[in-house]
């Protein structure tokens, strides 16, 4: 059995422990009528937590970077033209998928620790004529909240498809697909979801699923073919495709269930105040925050790192000496900057004042 | 809690009580370095499982289908020509991906129940140059064992790479990588692994590995490049790709472990022997064997429903009164085949006779 510990990275976050008991169930069959229940009950549990009618709402069989690869492959052809926004590792991931695909990515880029501006995305619309604009709705490499609204406007405008990341923000902070017009959206079991990483939430609206329909070449991907993979999880007969990840599939159904009977609202909101409770304390030790108040996430605090203070050291501290984990910074931001996650299960006060209490003492 | 089912259908098949158990287990970080060490752990008793030697041995973050279509997406290039044997689904879905890939496919087939003969290959070694031949080991559609030491020496001479799918054949069969030159294989976790489906293992000879890095152009998928997967498995500094689903890979070690700690020596003789009592009671009631002795699988029974049974009526009577899942023909065996499997920890003489009495008491 491994020691326990805190995990305040970018994710995976510490489970609920009926959510870890959940996968010691038995395994079923899965085209067994239970687990097409079971599968069932997981659509219409992420159609709540997504805020969305969106029939074709499931968990792809992999993690999050499979979610944004079935979004991306099965939307986009060779010559497609697509706009990329990207303001931190997430951002250029997805513009690496879509050039696999045969895509011409327009970038449409903001300095690490910004948000992108919805004028950058008029610009970029006045020069081509994309099929989709993708952009990250919580960048976890540098912990800016993308507002949307107004950006999702001008997509809809020339007729394109919104495809956001939200890995880090599902279940963790204000997020309506159908209000804000989002036409395809994926996500990762293990961040403010508190389930084992593995699955990848995904939904996709009547316009996207038109786009997905009308395409005219084979998706390059057969196991995340969203043609093949649909049967296997709607429609009357129930096709098998691949053998999906049972146990994975348990955790997920309990730790949906959790967040709907917290509550979309308490579940925001205790995010937000586990957010307000670690700013003071990391304040008063002198740190600060990369990104502006304005765009900050309150479940992913991307903070600067003093002068003087050595980044691998204390983190091994935190780790070795209080079972501890908060994320170095990504790409750029290596050995700059600090990660600090409370996500789910650990946006409570308890694991804030753990961490400043450990954070004091080796600092 | 679900009732607990005997899954005796193409996989999955039940979990040691421990494998289930380890899933249990909190969850720690995807680059902690004590995740890293189980990652090392699983690698080691996969070259063991294997019996290979191979460095680039690996579980790929997603089930048996991802394996498979990792195999091809990185050994493939556009316009390179690939021979797919086809006796049954499995080969059809390596020919699917592998035109996913734009590649050339020559196809060379044979009747469903029925191996393929070497000297089909050999015909189709002389009009094509291709990159790899790929071929299934155990059939799961149809329950054939295909021998491969003689198809392997055919390809190796006309310097072809052999990729093989050893889904349903790995760790209850035979199967020795370095010995009979297996270049690429890919198997699943919830077979005769007796692990909860979600993980694929895989292995890549040298001979694999020049090819892969001799790619003129970059793998069609992001999430199965393994060019980036491989730095996060092995190498000094283990550069974060995906988030890895911890819990599986808590289960595929333990299960890897009772693998081992049973020897596979013994776990094969184990399989066979299942297999044996089960082939002596169905042969008393009347049921025929589909395949032809000499390339029947073990672990796979398919058998022919005689005239007179129900399909749907007794494998429904089966699961609800019994709680004994056998699988269903797949595509032209639909309805005249069924599939009774025999995998991992229920290959023994209790699955055997629980599901004997059952079909007697049906039928």
């Not at 052809?77 to 990515?105: L, Q, S, T, Y």
């Not at 809809?156 to 309506?176: I, K, P, R």
């Not at 159904?253 to 925001?268: D, H, I, P, Y």
Request: net charge negative.
């Amino acid at each position: 059995m491994n020691q326990e510990k805190l995990l305040l990275g970018p994710g995976p976050s510490n489970a609920h422990p009926s959510v870890l008991q959940a996968m010691s169930q038995p395994l079923i069959g899965h085209l067994d009528e239970d687990f097409l229940q079971i599968m069932a009950d997981i659509k219409r549990m992420l159609q709540a937590t997504f805020q969305t009618q969106n029939e074709l709402t499931f968990a792809v069989s992999a993690p999050g970077s499979a979610g944004m690869e079935t979004c991306l492959v099965n939307l986009l052809e060779p010559g497609d033209e697509a706009v990329i926004c990207i303001h931190g590792v997430f951002g250029n991931r997805m513009a690496d998928i879509a050039e696999r695909c045969g895509a011409k990515v327009i970038k449409v880029e903001a300095p690490w620790g910004e948000a992108i501006d919805p004028d950058q995305v008029r610009e970029a619309l006045k020069i081509c004529r994309p099929k989709l604009v993708a952009i990250v709705h919580a960048e976890t490499s540098t912990g800016v909240l993308q507002p949307l609204t107004e950006i999702s406007e001008l997509v809809h405008e020339v007729d394109s498809l919104l495809v956001v990341d939200a890995v880090t923000s599902f279940c963790g902070t204000y997020l309506n697909i159908d209000e804000w017009g989002i036409d395809a959206v994926y996500s990762g079991s293990q961040k403010c979801l508190s389930a084992p990483p593995g699955l990848s939430p995904v939904s996709f609206s009547a316009r996207a699923v038109e786009v997905l329909n009308a395409r005219k070449t084979k998706v390059q991907s057969w196991f995340l073919d969203l043609s093949l993979v649909s049967n296997y999880w709607q429609g009357a007969k129930r096709a098998y495709h691949h053998t999906a990840p049972i146990s994975s599939m348990y955790a997920l159904k309990e730790a949906l269930n959790l967040v709907l009977q917290e509550g979309l609202k308490a579940r925001f909101e205790r995010h937000l105040q586990a957010h307000k409770l670690l700013k003071v304390g990391l304040e008063d030790m002198g740190f600060e925050f990369l990104v502006s108040e304005e765009y900050r996430l309150p479940m992913l605090n991307a903070i600067k790192l003093p002068v003087g203070i050595d980044d691998q050291l204390v983190r091994d501290k935190l780790l070795k000496n209080h079972q501890i984990e908060i994320g170095a910074g990504l790409g750029g931001f290596a050995g700059k900057v600090w990660r600090i996650g409370l996500m789910g299960e650990n946006a409570r006060p308890k694991p804030v004042s753990t961490l400043l209490s450990a954070l004091k003492e080796i600092i």
